[in-house]
């Protein structure tokens, strides 16, 4: 399904890599867009770049995405529908497989599904019908 002109969006993980990175091209395109990180001051300076770069707004949030109550404040930010929700934040580690201590693959396995759950809870961001679809949070 295409974007449409000017598309509004919201972007977890936004404040470095690749959330980033889907936030400054968005603004080409001048979306409006939320950009979402627990790292809230990353989030903030995304914001900065995406308003510069051509978005035609840009808001930063600090989002848990493990904490249920985070990424339901973060749905009820959002102006109504929104056209695309990247649900990008997460963690990582590295290392051999044997080498990894169980406690960081509980941290990578905890952070993983729970944002995954949490960002896929069905939540209406405004009331009444809307040509675009509503946000999941």
């Known amino acids: 399904m295409p974007l449409p002109r000017s598309p509004r969006a919201v972007i977890t993980g936004a404040g470095g890599g690749f959330g980033r ?64 929700v990247v649900n990008n934040a997460g963690v990582s580690t590295g290392g051999l497989v044997g080498d990894i201590p169980i406690d960081d693959w509980r941290w990578v396995e905890n952070r993983s599904t729970r944002r995954a759950r949490g960002c896929s809870t069905r939540r209406a961001a405004s009331p009444g019908p809307s040509p675009r679809r509503d946000i999941a949070a």
């Open 21 to 84: 990175a889907l936030a400054i091209e968005l603004a080409k395109r001048n979306a409006h867009l939320v950009v979402s990180d627990i790292n809230e001051s990353a989030a903030r300076e995304t914001a900065e770049l995406v308003r510069a770069g051509g978005a035609g707004s840009a808001r930063a949030v600090r989002c848990d995405v493990t904490r249920l109550d985070d990424v339901q404040a973060l749905a009820s930010t959002c102006d109504g529908a929104v056209d695309l």
